[in-house]
């Protein structure tokens, strides 16, 4: 779970579902205001077609 001095990702920021698969991520499309500030959903376009909303606590993010 993101602690208070995690910030949130950007819009088009690159990430991996829990570590799902290494050769195909997601990209943040866009993030909910009304979920809990503690774990926030986000909305992502999978790599492999389609997209979804996950807890932020799920996601690895690409280091810049």
Same mark, same amino acid.
């Given at each position: 779970?993101?602690? &208070?001095? !995690? +910030?949130?990702?950007?819009?088009?920021?690159?990430?991996?579902? =829990?570590?799902?698969?290494?050769?195909?991520?997601?990209?943040?499309?866009?993030?909910? &205001?009304? !979920? +809990?500030?503690?774990?926030?959903?986000?909305?992502?376009?999978? =790599?492999?077609?389609?997209?979804?909303?996950?807890?932020?606590?799920?996601?690895?993010?690409?280091?810049?």
């Amino acid at each position: 779970m993101p602690d &208070a001095t !995690t +910030p949130l990702p950007a819009i088009g920021s690159r990430c991996w579902r =829990d570590q799902i698969s290494p050769e195909t991520g997601a990209t943040v499309l866009s993030l909910a &205001a009304e !979920t +809990p500030e503690a774990d926030p959903m986000v909305e992502l376009a999978y =790599d492999e077609g389609g997209s979804g909303w996950w807890p932020l606590s799920t996601l690895v993010f690409e280091q810049s």
